[in-house]
């Protein structure tokens, strides 16, 4: 479902937008109406122009408000819920409308245009949802958005799950396969293929009464293939942090996330990205224009390197950094892999590698070489703060668990660079990286990109 509820709360902004701008213009023109004004007389009339001017910023507050009120959150939505919401917006919204004019004489004082704004408005925006989710239900029953599921379970517990499912396309999913159990999943090549190449959502278990060591294998094989995961819960099967409880044809269902980073958050964290990214760039030309002669005045070779490095969901892209070794380095690595100073994971690391120019030390030392990532970050390939990104021979030696660094781009820099300690161990890296992954907010990527300039300055 999360396909169509992603695509129906990006809609949602701007139709809320144009919904209250006419639910305000409706007010207006039902007040000045020859049928209300033999009711009631006007003694105040606002110029229809000022009034158009303060609809405009009416619209604005309303979504701004409505977002901090749950509007856009990325979850299931259901009519009776949305009118909740929609009655607790557009009050808070008239609230703080009544205190402006409270507070600003100049503006009007017709006690009808608010109270019929309040009425409209509510009566517009139940309809635009009536009217959303009839559009979005008449192409999920086609087929168009659905979420592709695997289910797991004993076959009678399936059952009940997948003829839901599929007498109900509105839900949002569409089961691809089923499976006795997860070793079974593992030995269909077909389905494995799928899961490879994204065509698999989530995994969903229906039978609540696997052991624990089956539930931690299914969670790390999720994890792995950045699958989400859904079971049908036990009495005490809550015991993740990031949870979503529902219930199908009776049965109580609970989703594990991987990360809080979804829907708006990484709407949020992509603009964010993109702003700080594009400023800094702007900022730091100087610096590129300095750094760009001394690498071509010191040795052969390009200014930057593009270097294969795998992403979010296990995708490949180049990483663009300053050249800080000889040309033709990296054919050199296998020559040079002996003499890796680091045996407690996948990551190589040499403390005088002869490839490394001696301004390349500098770059390496002070961290400049990292400056052109910010092209990646603005590309949208990384981001300026999550894990740090690997190499594919270097994910290849991944041990089982580790490649939930993959369930998000990856980072400039990230809670394992601004630890304090120079010399991590690639699991207690790790273990950094996955808690930045389970625990991510704005404030967070703040405090990180704060801390950075610091560790870098310090050497650790």
Request: charged share 25%; net charge positive.
């Amino acid at each position: 479902m999360k396909k169509a509820n992603f695509i129906v709360n990006i809609a949602l902004v701007p139709i809320d937008f144009i919904v209250v701008f006419l639910g305000a213009l409706s007010a207006y023109f039902l007040r000045f109406s020859e049928s209300i004004e033999e009711i009631r007389p006007v003694f105040y009339e606002m110029p229809f122009s000022d009034f158009v001017n303060l609809a405009l910023e009416m619209a604005v507050l309303a979504v701004i408000v409505f977002a901090f009120n749950g509007f856009y959150a990325m979850q299931d939505k259901k009519l009776a819920r949305e009118l909740t919401k929609i009655v607790t917006g557009v009050s808070t919204m008239g609230v703080i409308v009544v205190l402006a004019i409270f507070w600003q004489r100049e503006l009007f004082s017709s006690r009808f245009i608010i109270i019929f704004s309040w009425i409209i408005i509510i009566i517009y925006l139940f309809i635009s949802r009536v009217i959303v989710f009839l559009i979005r239900n008449y192409f999920l029953k086609r087929g168009y958005g659905l979420s592709k599921i695997i289910v797991i379970g004993t076959a009678d517990s399936r059952k009940i799950i997948v003829d839901t499912y599929n007498n109900n396309r509105q839900m949002g999913f569409e089961i691809a396969a089923e499976f006795a159990s997860l070793a079974d999943l593992e030995n269909s090549y077909e389905i494995k293929e799928k899961i490879k190449f994204k065509k698999i959502d989530a995994i969903i278990q229906t039978d609540s009464n696997i052991d624990k060591d089956q539930a931690l294998n299914l969670l790390t094989y999720c994890q792995e293939n950045h699958l989400d995961l859904k079971y049908a819960a036990s009495l005490f099967q809550t015991q993740s942090l990031h949870l979503n409880m529902n219930s199908i044809a009776g049965v109580p269902i609970v989703e594990i996330q991987g990360t809080p980073l979804d829907g708006w958050r990484r709407v949020y964290k992509r603009i964010f990205d993109i702003f700080i990214s594009g400023w800094l760039l702007l900022l730091l030309l100087p610096i590129f224009i300095i750094v760009s002669l001394v690498i071509k005045l010191n040795s052969k070779g390009p200014i930057f390197v593009r270097l294969e490095r795998v992403g979010a969901r296990g995708r490949l892209f180049k990483m663009y950094k300053f050249r800080s070794m000889i040309k033709g380095a990296h054919k050199m690595k296998a020559e040079v892999l002996k003499y890796n100073e680091r045996s407690d994971g996948p990551l190589f690391k040499m403390k005088d590698d002869p490839r490394v120019t001696k301004v390349g030390k500098f770059l390496r030392r002070s961290s400049i070489d990292e400056l052109p990532q910010l092209v990646n970050v603005l590309l949208g390939t990384m981001s300026l703060v999550g894990p740090r990104p690997h190499e594919p021979e270097e994910v290849d030696k991944y041990q089982r668990g580790y490649k939930k660094l993959l369930s998000i781009k990856p980072g400039i820099t990230g809670m394992a660079q601004v630890s304090g300690r120079a010399n991590l161990a690639f699991s207690e890296e790790a273990k950094l990286d996955v808690f930045y992954i389970e625990n991510w907010s704005i404030l967070l990527d703040l405090i990180i990109l704060l801390k950075t300039p610091i560790a870098v300055i310090r050497g650790d």
